[in-house]
């Protein structure tokens, strides 16, 4: 099957509908090919505006994660946003995949730093390679002008920035650097991404701002993802959730409510988007959809 090029998703970003994406990440291992496959042919339905595609540095499942990209692009339709991260490689590595991205057809990348691999406490940058999002945007933005560029944003601080100024510098690094839109960090109070988005544009970034949202499908596991990431749980979430921890339907029910809510309050606030955290979970995301439009569509009605 030739390989689909794709656009950009610069005009997405520019129009004044919200956009909303979902987030895939690629199977963990040779046994996971059909629910990833089941998630993807499901979740294609819901329509959404765009996908991206989490990266496995250093080889864990970067072989993966190019075949779980280029199903949901050429098999499924998506318009697919691959990461990429810092992490083990060089700049002339970054340069050489890139090439190969671009002739698949990709236009769009989510440019990331990324964490320390597995068995590291600290991100340290491989000789020849660049440490920060920033160089690594700067990076692709010299050598890949056309290909359209996310960053991240972190509506309760990045956890090794030393104050939200510092973590704002960054921000303003990447930006600076050629990025063309921003894609947050979870969180669940949407208080903490208006305050961000506030001192965003006191800044003068004008890029658009798109809402990281994942809905609770398990306490334990929300908890260890924001112990990792730095963002907090309400204490009003964590009331609904520690009586139910151990019913699994009935926290994602509550989980699915909060999000639903949550995004509906976004879209009063006009956000430039919503970038579903899935976890490759096609009845959560189905769920999120009726519960906000009464129908099986990740996007709001025009007008």
């Known amino acids: 099957m030739p390989s689909k090029q794709q656009q950009t998703i610069a005009p997405l970003l520019k129009r004044s509908q919200s956009t909303f994406s979902i987030e895939f990440f690629p199977p963990k ?32 499942t970067r072989s993966r994660t190019e075949e779980a990209a280029r199903l949901l692009k050429d098999r499924y339709g998506f318009l697919v946003m691959p990461h990429l991260t810092c992490v083990g490689s060089t700049e002339k590595d970054i340069i050489e995949l890139v090439e190969g991205w671009v002739k698949e057809g990709y236009r769009n990348i989510m440019a990331l730093r990324g964490d320390p691999p597995k068995g590291q406490t600290t991100f340290e940058a491989t000789a020849g390679g660049p440490k920060y999002g920033s160089e690594l945007i700067a990076i692709l933005k010299k050598n890949f002008p056309e290909i359209c560029l996310g960053a991240a944003g ?5 956890p090794e920035a030393g104050s939200p100024e510092d973590d704002l510098d960054h921000l303003q690094a990447k930006v600076d650097a050629g990025a063309d839109f921003i894609t947050t960090q979870l969180f669940f109070n949407n208080e903490s991404f208006y305050r961000y988005r506030d001192a965003a544009r006191l800044r003068g970034i004008d890029l658009p701002i798109n809402a990281g949202i994942m809905p609770v499908l398990s306490y334990s596991q929300i908890k260890r993802f924001t112990e990792m990431c730095g963002a907090s ?20 029910n509550k989980g699915i409510e909060w999000a639903t809510e949550q ?3 976004l879209y009063a606030h006009n956000v430039d988007g919503v970038h579903l955290y899935a976890l490759n979970r096609a009845r959560a995301a189905v769920n999120l959809a009726k519960r906000l439009f009464g129908r099986e569509k990740l996007s709001p009605l025009p007008g």
């Open 29 to 60: 291992d040779d046994k996971s090919w059909d629910q990833f496959h089941q998630t993807a042919s499901r979740l294609a339905t819901l329509e959404p505006d765009f996908v991206s595609i989490t990266y496995g540095a250093g080889g864990s």
């Open 263 to 265: 995004i509906s309050d």
């Open 233 to 252: 749980l309400p204490a009003s979430l964590t009331s609904i959730l520690e009586p139910i921890a151990e019913h699994k339907e009935e926290v994602e």
């Open 154 to 158: 972190y509506p309760e601080q990045h």
